[in-house]
Antibody, heavy 117, light 105 residues
Framework: QIQLVQSGPELKKPGESVKISCKAS????????MHWVKQAPGKGLKWMGW????????TYADDFKGRFVFSLEASASTANLQISNLKNEDTATYFC??????????WGQGASVTVSS | IQLTQSPSLLSASVGDRVTLSCKGS??????LAWYQQKLGEAPKLLIY???SLQTGIPSRFSGSGSGTDYTLTISSLQPEDVATYFC????????FGGGTKLELK
């Protein structure tokens, strides 16, 4: 069955960087894009952008241009999200999600990032 | 496209018919989905393309709407339906609504 397994929780200081991974299984990785979604504590879902897993081209939502980088390890069926120069407001759970005809139908379990001095 | 969900909090009893609303700032052309998120879990897809039920989702869930106005209906509320529900448009980019938290009265 389709599974997206994300890396574990991270505790970081402001200014540091973090890399979150999302390993896919149960389907051909390069046949589907990968989206990223942010959920701050007690808040709603915010679409961050997506990466074309065939070409590697990323597309970022306006609020996530600059410090956020989507990348791939296609040979390992893994998508990554790196956030640099972490700020307190980056504290959130980050989900990867696979779209099927633009609708995200499979989600990772979420990766928690806490930014605190 | 901005999505506004109402109400933000809804209290209902087991067996009630529940209606959740999602309004877009522009025409969504039926490219509207609904997700259910329980505490501590990832969102789960319930409905896509306004009214198509995702495989494995109980038939008490249904969706309707057109243009800018869309609705998720639960025909008979069950205890396991306590969750936050998000609408999501994919007509022009990708946007989530702010969510409706559904609790038992």
């Amino acid at each position: 069955q389709i599974q997206l397994v994300q890396s574990g929780p991270e505790l970081k200081k402001p200014g540091e960087s973090v890399k979150i991974s999302c390993k896919a299984s149960g389907y051909t990785f390069t046949d589907y894009a990968m989206h990223w979604v942010k959920q701050a504590p007690g808040k709603g879902l915010k679409w961050m952008g997506w990466i074309n897993t065939y070409t590697g081209k990323p597309t970022y939502a306006d609020d996530f241009k600059g410090r956020f980088v989507f990348s791939l390890e296609a040979s390992a069926s893994t998508a990554n999200l790196q956030i640099s120069n972490l700020k307190n407001e980056d504290t959130a759970t980050y989900f990867c999600a696979r779209p099927n005809y633009y609708v995200m139908d499979a989600w990772g379990q979420g990766a928690s990032v806490t930014v605190s001095s | 496209i901005q999505l506004t969900q109402s109400p933000s909090l809804l209290s209902a009893s087991v067996g009630d018919r529940v209606t959740l609303s999602c309004k877009g700032s522009q025409n969504i052309n039926n490219y509207l989905a609904w997700y259910q998120q329980k505490l501590g879990e990832a969102p789960k897809l319930l409905i896509y393309n306004t009214n198509s039920l995702q495989t494995g989702i109980p038939s008490r869930f249904s969706g309707s709407g057109s243009g800018t106005d869309y609705t998720l209906t639960i025909s008979s509320l069950q205890p396991e339906d306590v969750a936050t529900y998000f609408c999501y448009q994919y007509n022009n980019g990708w946007t989530f609504g702010g969510g409706t938290k559904l609790e038992l009265k």
